[in-house]
């Protein structure tokens, strides 16, 4: 996968504060704020940095937590994991592997008769490309 470079200014140029303090600071929105959390149509959730494919709908679930969760990604190719022990916990960090930019956190909490992974991701990170027809 081609990387995407550009510097810090070109991203403060590029994102909205939100996504920038999200995606390029490893900010996280608050819990139930975010515009894609409740998102139930059919699509494909996309880096807002970047636009790699990350999430389908197909996968997405309600989770409780206050940001959309989702069972698995597109492909394990298009995200980074990383351990992150920040905040006085250890949990793994997920990264676009096109950009770099944060994403969110998986945790070992999801629906059991799937992946039992939960994919935790700030609304903010992501674009949403609805299906085509809907």
């Known amino acids: ?40 149509d059919e699509g494909t ?3 807002a940095a970047c ?5 389908s709908s197909e996968t997405k679930f309600h989770s409780g937590s206050g940001w959309p969760s989702f069972w698995d990604v597109i492909s394990q190719g298009n995200v980074e994991l990383h351990q992150d022990i920040s905040h006085g916990m250890r949990r793994t ?3 676009c592997a096109k950009c770099g930019g944060h994403l969110g956190h998986v945790f070992e909490d999801g629906p059991r ?21 809907q």
């Not at 390029?24 to 894609?36: H, K, N, V, Y």
């Not at 008769?113 to 027809?133: H, M, Q, W």
Request: contains cysteine.
């Open 93 to 95: 960090e997920i990264t």
């Open 51 to 55: 636009g790699n494919e990350l999430f």
């Open 1 to 40: 996968m081609e990387k995407v470079n550009k510097t810090e200014q070109e991203w403060r140029e590029s994102l909205s504060d939100q996504q920038y303090y999200v995606l390029r600071q490893a900010g996280t929105e608050r819990p139930f704020t975010g515009e894609l959390v409740d998102t139930e």
């Open 113 to 133: 008769d799937k992946t039992g992974l939960r994919y935790c991701i700030n609304s903010a990170a992501l674009d949403f490309d609805p299906e085509v027809g």
């Open 45 to 47: 959730y996309n880096c």
